[in-house]
């Protein structure tokens, strides 16, 4: 099973501040194979990054995803106030299908 | 609009059953992977189970492996998981998740569209 594990647990910023979310794998994955969620209280998760790099439909560019092997990386360029969430990296390319632990972006 | 309608969830005594459903719309169903994915209270979330288009080939968490079956009716556009022998820690939201693709098998390909989950609590 590939473990991801993301840091920092949580990140307390400032809308307008610039954002750096990090996702290690426990053993080298292809890049094609790592996604990136944003997870509201009360609401579905929504797409943000798949194939490491590629914003999904709609996404802004503010969001981008960068990495490869073992470390991942989802940058928000500016925080802007509907950014505030958990952000969850996921590797699909090996079952069991799994999820790092969230990184939480809070107001400051 | 792509749109995806969970139900089926509710209270139920540790050792009992549920069969959770989840309704697909605004896609062509048959030929997209489908998955669950779960999140414990306080927890983050948990892969569950896939299923591919064709209904061909199925995966599992080793936590539901035995006690949970996924499938699907793409003559009705619907997705469905069956969960028996329920555990206190199955308690949690169940999300229903579109893949990207996925015909043949669903390994390999995120979940670009979610449904707004329903609840399982496992409690006596």
């Known amino acids: 099973e590939i473990v991801l594990t993301q840091s920092p647990g949580t990140l307390s910023l400032s809308p307008g501040e610039r954002a750096t979310l990090s996702c290690r794998a426990s053993?080298?994955?292809?890049?094609?194979?790592l996604a990136w969620y944003q997870h509201k209280p009360g609401q579905a998760p929504r797409l943000l990054i798949y194939g490491a790099s590629s914003r999904a439909t709609g996404i802004p560019d503010r969001f981008s995803g960068s990495g490869s092997g073992t470390d991942f990386t989802l940058t928000i360029g500016r925080l802007e106030p509907e950014d505030f969430a958990v952000y969850y990296c996921?590797?699909?390319?090996?079952?069991?299908?799994?999820f790092g632990q969230g990184t939480k972006v809070e107001i400051k | 609009e792509v749109q995806l309608l969970e139900s089926g969830g509710g209270l139920v005594q540790p050792g009992g059953s549920l069969r959770l459903s989840c309704a697909a719309s605004g896609f062509t169903f048959s030929s997209y992977a489908m998955s669950w994915v779960r999140q414990a209270p306080g927890k983050g979330l948990e892969w569950v189970s896939s299923i591919s288009g064709n209904g061909g080939g199925t995966y599992y968490a080793d936590s539901v492996k035995g006690r949970f079956t996924i499938s699907r009716d793409n003559s009705k556009n619907t997705l469905y998981l069956q969960m028996n022998s329920l555990r206190a820690e199955d308690t949690a939201i169940y999300y229903c998740?579109?893949?990207?693709?996925?015909?043949?098998?669903?390994?390999?390909?995120?979940?670009?569209?979610w449904g707004q989950g329903t609840l399982v609590t496992v409690s006596s």
């Open positions: 998740a579109k893949k990207v693709a996925g015909y043949y098998d669903s390994s390999g390909y995120p979940n670009d569209y």
């Open positions: 053993q080298s994955l292809s890049s094609s194979y």
């Open positions: 996921q590797q699909c390319g090996s079952s069991p299908e799994t």
